[in-house]
């Protein structure tokens, strides 16, 4: 047991913790993604309200995310031990910078990271807190005619203060009670301050996620002459380029096309 404490202790223990909770983060932001992506359904916020109370009502999802919380702590903490160990192993810096083949998403990963777990914190406290706490948040009904497959929604007003959502059928018409979380959705992207800082922390996503995904693979001895330049072509353009750019274009789209 003291081994096995020893190692992970020591400096390659902690990058080995960073890199396999940042593997689980990767594959967290594609599930996220793909649900985020109902958000363009042009429903009236049926698919993702139904997608925010299946994240929230299933169990073994529930479980999933308390490991989600728990691997962002880690992953955070890790991070901040190994910056200031690397700080204090060099604490006056040279006078002449030797040339250095480092890119500057791998010189600047605290920065990124900093500004990664704002965006978390208050991404979280205005989404998932509210969903969970906020009493005010209000409900939708959507009636769908299982003939036509023809979607009606209209404001639903809760009999009771324990009601969380309900899915019945009347006349061949299914009836699906959800809180809104659509609509905060709505809301939140209706401000140009939280849109710019939501596309900013997108940006550092892209830069950290070009480093971290490739530093993972190595700290993790994946390396192949013939699987790395896969790995390195996967943590580019998919998880550098076309995941920062699906998240970064919902408050986009919604402060230029649907608050328009």
């Excluded at 913790?17 to 958000?39: E, K, P, S």
């Excluded at 991404?123 to 939708?140: A, L, P, S, V």
Aim: glycine residues 6%; aromatic residues 16%; positive net charge.
């Amino acid at each position: 047991m003291s081994e096995i404490k020893q190692t992970f202790n020591s400096s390659l223990g902690k990058k080995l913790i960073m890199a396999l909770t940042g593997l689980f983060l990767c594959t967290f932001i594609i599930v996220h993604l793909g649900g985020n992506l109902l958000l363009f359904s042009n429903d009236n916020g049926f698919g993702f309200n139904v997608y925010a109370n299946f994240l929230t009502h299933f169990a073994p999802i529930e479980v999933i995310a308390y490991i989600l919380y728990l691997s962002i702590v880690v992953h955070a903490v890790y991070a901040l031990i190994i910056t200031v160990k690397n700080r204090k192993s060099r604490p006056v810096g040279y006078a002449i910078q030797p040339k250095s083949d480092a890119t500057w998403s791998s010189k600047n990963m605290g920065l990124l990271g900093s500004i990664l777990l704002l965006f978390i914190v208050i991404h979280m406290g205005d989404f998932w807190f509210r969903y969970h706490n906020d009493k005010q948040m209000g409900f939708k009904e959507y009636r769908t005619d299982l003939a036509t497959g023809k979607t009606t929604e209209s404001v639903y007003t809760p009999v009771s203060e324990d009601f969380n959502h309900s899915v019945s059928v009347e006349n061949n018409v299914e009836i699906v009670r959800v809180k809104d979380l659509h609509a905060r959705v709505v809301f939140s992207f209706s401000h140009l301050w939280y849109v710019v800082f939501y596309v900013i922390a997108m940006g550092a996503l892209s830069f950290h996620l070009l480093h971290g995904f490739q530093s993972a693979f190595r700290t993790l001895g994946w390396v192949h002459r013939k699987y790395t330049p896969i790995v390195y072509a996967i943590g580019t353009w998919f998880f550098a380029v076309i995941i920062p750019l699906g998240f970064a274009a919902m408050p986009v789209y919604y402060y230029f096309v649907v608050k328009g």
